[in-house]
């Protein structure tokens, strides 16, 4: 009885945070909600010799921004970050801080493979069985010194697995956005057309989790496959922000709704009156509009 109370009151509140149509769509429909970040940019127009994903705003690289603000999401299952051949050091960097791993290995399995690892999270366990049990090991015989630095070490590797279960890599060709999106719809056509991908620019450092969400329910409600976020000219006036072009009073913003099939797609137009959705960080004077907002802030 207690079991089914506590079920109950689960449920309860994953209706509050996800709604009924999210918790409707996992549980008759087979589709998964991905966040794609687009991590390939060369970052030309910001005149650095680092690469864009890893361009310094107040001393963290413009990626990091962007996990961070995502990675709290309620309604998003994965998040894959696409990296290209024009950003070779934003890869290396995800592997070396987030261990992050490559997306391709979890559906090219081996059948036997499968049955070894039911989902990501059980082979990420195992590649760290053996290094905690080592650890463990050497717990018992090192003193109390060293086993505060073995729980720290401990802690980090359980950190490291936790942003391993929702986040992998996905290589791209870098022949540029159009070209990359393209080939994203076309790897994941193949696993299902019903899945809904929300791609977001690795440049927009505001935009949070929470805004996510409230993107994601909206476009839930809709009944066109696509979604494209627009910010009113206002709001860059308003912020002194450039653009670079705008259409009957709106500038496309960075993030972008669509599902799993590598076809035109109908949308519907989401008008988001919200700065964050505006900072697009592509150019040094972007950058430092943005070390300005955060100071006001």
Known sequence: MKAILNFLIALFFYFIVCGLELFLLRIFVDIMIFAIIMAGGKGERLKSDLEKPLFPLNNKPLIDYVIENIKTSNLIEEIIIAVS???????????????????????KKSPADNQNFKDK???????????????????????NSIEDKIEIQNNSIEDK??????????????????????????????????????FINADLPLISSEMVDDVIRFYLKQDKPALSTV???EIFE??????EYEFEGNVPSGLNILRSENVIQDEVILKVPKVEFAFNINTVEAALEFNSFLKKE
Do not use: M, R
Request: net charge negative.
């Open 85 to 107: 051949p024009n950003a070779p050091n934003t890869k290396k960097y995800l592997i070396d801080t987030y261990a992050l791993l490559n997306y391709e290995h979890f559906i």
């Open 161 to 198: 697995i936790e942003i391993q279960n929702k986040f992998s890599y996905l290589d791209t060709l870098g022949n540029g956005y159009v070209e990359d999106l393209s080939d994203i719809l076309s790897f994941f056509e193949k696993k299902s057309k019903e899945d809904i991908l929300i």
């Open 238 to 243: 308003d912020y002194n922000i450039d653009y």
């Open 231 to 233: 910010v009113p000219v």
């Open 121 to 143: 999270s059980d082979f990420v366990s195992s590649q760290g069985c053996c290094q905690n049990n080592s650890i463990e090991d050497k717990s018992e015989i090192q003193n």
